[in-house]
């Protein structure tokens, strides 16, 4: 039973996983330890084709709703959607004062479809791996933020986009002087010379630093959506080998319920979470700070 | 579970859809909740300015109504003396009528009494001379005392 059960949590945790096998062939990994072998030039199928599905639903649906926007009296999914989008756009223009259209429409997107992805994890977790298997497909993990290559591609996308606006809003003076000169600063007035020494001085302490905290931004982003998203898919997990006993069946429903319901808090949340970090960390690289 | 090419299979797919959004969902939306919240403020603006207008144009129907029973009252109160200064006029008129009646009547009376007077006059003098003949039955002469009586006459 211990074993079966090792088996079947590894199974859900291991994605279908298309790379260079160790013959020289490609092809879809036969299991995890193969799966690993395959390096960086391999790609997660499951992950891509859930987020691919998901971020197409997401446009699609508010796209639907944007084509027969009316300015009239707003029906159905239009209703809806301008609830989102309502909401969005006044936590992004409370906490974003710079001009940049970009940024509430990317945090309507963060919000929307890292929420769809986080609802895979509601969907029960036998479903969907169940039917793949009877189509053929050996691995399925349905929860593309469980996977960390998600999550952390969109937060190192944020990433780049944070240096991108960073660099335009100050130039790359300004931007390599942010991370020079922050937070131990020379004092002001004094000895110029002194004022430079010390400067100096403090640079590569304050590089380190500063390199830190910008490198943890976008790691805590996505490793915070991953960990809560694969924690909770875990426990979803856990609480399915309780159906196979006849003795916890029923405690096993009950829990089952009762995660889901205080799961759709979590997800939620972490939707909300990673979309309102972003438009802070865009907004913190849009900040001109003061003389350095 | 190792990190691989999804990482930047995502971060294409995540540019895609933000690009998609930036571009062909975001604006509308915001475009049609801007404009119906812009159609929102102009009607109760609307609302607000047809309150004032009602208001208004209530005060100036008030005035008018009171202008028109300020008028009403003067002309009332013209007709009413120019009803008194008729009655006056006419009341001095018929005075002055009865005045000029009177006084034609008067005058007329005297006529009377003087053309009376002439006539009896006239009567005396004869009955006098017709009494002093019968008196005196004849031997007066008639021419000789006609001065006399003509006097008498005048005395009368």
Request: charged share 20%; with cysteine.
């Amino acid at each position: 039973m211990a074993e079966d059960a090792g088996g079947y949590i590894k199974h859900h945790l291991t994605n279908l996983t298309f790379g260079q096998k160790a013959d020289g062939t490609w092809g879809i990994a036969e299991n995890a330890e193969q799966a690993a072998a395959m390096g960086f030039w391999a790609i997660h199928v499951d992950s891509m084709f859930w987020s691919l599905v998901l971020g197409v639903l997401f446009c699609l649906v508010f796209w639907a709703a944007a084509r027969k926007a009316t300015s009239g009296v707003p029906r159905g999914l239009q209703n809806g959607v301008e609830m989102i989008v309502d909401f969005i756009e006044d936590t992004t223009s409370s906490i974003f004062q710079h001009t940049n259209s970009l940024i509430a429409p990317m945090a309507l997107t963060i919000f929307v479809w890292v929420f769809f992805l986080n609802l895979m994890d509601l969907v029960p977790v036998d479903w969907i791996p169940g039917l793949a298997k009877w189509m053929g497909i050996e691995f399925m993990k349905v929860v593309p933020s469980t996977d960390p290559n998600i999550t952390l591609g969109m937060a190192f996308s944020v990433f780049a986009l944070i240096i991108f606006f960073g660099i335009k809003q100050k130039g790359v003076g300004g931007f390599i002087g942010e991370l020079l000169f922050h937070p131990f600063e020379a004092p002001k007035g004094g000895n110029p010379i002194v004022r430079i020494l010390l400067k100096v001085a403090f640079a590569p302490i304050n590089l380190v630093l500063e390199t830190v905290t910008l490198i943890a931004k976008p790691v805590s982003l996505g490793l915070r959506l991953f960990g809560n998203l694969y924690a909770g898919e875990m426990i979803f997990i856990l609480i399915a080998l309780m159906y196979t006993s006849a003795v916890f069946f029923v405690p096993g429903g009950v829990l089952h319920w009762a995660w889901a319901v205080f799961h759709v808090l979590v997800i939620t949340l972490q939707a909300f979470i990673f979309a309102v970090l972003t438009v802070v960390y865009l907004a913190q690289a849009h900040d001109v700070s003061d003389e350095h | 579970m190792s990190i691989n090419f999804t990482i930047l299979g995502q971060s294409i797919f995540f540019f895609v859809f933000v690009w998609f959004c930036w571009k062909f969902i975001w604006p509308f939306l915001i475009r049609a909740m801007r404009e119906r919240q812009q159609t929102i403020a102009d009607g109760l603006e609307a609302a607000a300015k047809a309150q004032r207008d009602l208001e208004h144009a209530e005060a100036r129907a008030e005035e008018i109504l009171n202008e028109a029973r300020a008028e009403a009252r003067g002309i009332v109160d013209d007709a009413r003396g120019q009803a008194v200064q008729m009655i006056d006029n006419a009341r001095t008129d018929a005075e002055s009528e009865r005045e000029r009646i009177l006084k034609a009547a008067q005058a007329d009376v005297a006529q009377e009494l003087n053309r009376a007077k002439e006539t009896l006059r006239g009567e005396v003098a004869d009955l006098a001379v017709l009494g002093a003949e019968r008196i005196l039955e004849a031997s007066i002469d008639r021419d000789r005392h006609d001065a006399l009586l003509d006097r008498v006459a005048a005395d009368l």
